[in-house]
């Protein structure tokens, strides 16, 4: 079994700063693309950035030269630096990723998902 945790969420006024962090954990033999997802009240799920296991990266419009994603392979986790925040980007931030097991199946995970709150 695999787990997505995520953390890092909270309040923020306009202007401010967060970073998420997802750990991933379980049988995992290797976590391959991973990327962030948000989701406003009333609105659908889209994606914001994603990474893939080499480090290429690639950005919603809407957040590029604001958000940047990293990961660290070594600890299998995943982050998303947010600057300049607005108060659009208040949602909820979900970390998903595709993962090769120790049994050599692959699948895809998402974790419960983060708040993010920006005030104006």
């Known amino acids: 079994q695999v787990q997505l945790v995520e953390s890092g969420g909270g309040l923020v006024q306009a202007g401010g700063s967060l970073r998420l962090s997802c750990a991933a954990s379980?049988?995992?033999?290797?976590?391959?693309?991973m990327g962030w997802s948000r989701q406003a009240p009333g609105k659908r799920r889209e994606l914001v950035a994603v990474i893939s296991s080499g480090g290429s990266t690639d950005y919603a419009d809407s957040v590029k030269g604001r958000f940047a994603i990293s990961r660290d392979n070594a600890k299998n986790t995943l982050y998303l630096q947010m600057n300049s925040l607005k108060p659009e980007d208040t949602a909820v931030y979900y970390c998903?990723?595709?993962?090769?097991?120790?049994?050599?199946?692959?699948?895809?995970?998402w974790g419960q998902g983060t708040q993010v709150t920006v005030s104006s």
């Open positions: 998903n990723a595709d993962i090769t097991t120790r049994d050599c199946m692959v699948y895809n995970y």
């Open positions: 379980g049988s995992i033999f290797r976590v391959n693309r």
